[in-house]
């Protein structure tokens, strides 16, 4: 079973800067894909970067360019550093692992509020 911690979230004005880190523990050893998704209020939870073994990323059209996704393994966590961020950007976001057999964990959530 795997565990995934959040933290980093917080309240910062347009323009600004955040980022998230998200520990993982338990059966970490399958993992293959980690990764940030978001949820705004009202709408359905999106992808906003994955990182793949390999260091291969994947981000979504709206944060490319202002988002970077970073992945520490010895220290099995990964990172999303967020610049310039937008009022769009407000969501709670959560942090994704997936293992090779496809078994999917997610993080509890941590709020990003950014006003305008």
């Known amino acids: 079973q795997v565990q995934l911690v959040e933290s980093g979230g917080g309240l910062v004005q347009a323009g600004g800067s955040l980022r998230l880190s998200c520990a993982a523990s338990g059966g970490i050893f399958a993992i293959n894909t980690m990764g940030w998704y978001r949820q705004a209020p009202g709408k359905q939870r999106e992808l906003v970067a994955v990182?793949?073994?390999?260091?291969?990323?994947n981000y979504a059209d709206s944060v490319k360019g202002r988002f970077t996704i970073s992945r520490d393994n010895a220290q099995n966590t990964v990172y999303l550093q967020m610049n310039s961020l937008k009022p769009e950007d407000t969501a709670v976001y959560y942090c994704?692992?997936?293992?090779?057999?496809?078994?999917?964990?997610w993080g509890q959530g941590t709020q990003v509020t950014v006003s305008s």
């Open positions: 994704y692992a997936r293992e090779t057999t496809g078994l999917r964990y």
């Open positions: 990182i793949i073994s390999g260091d291969s990323a």
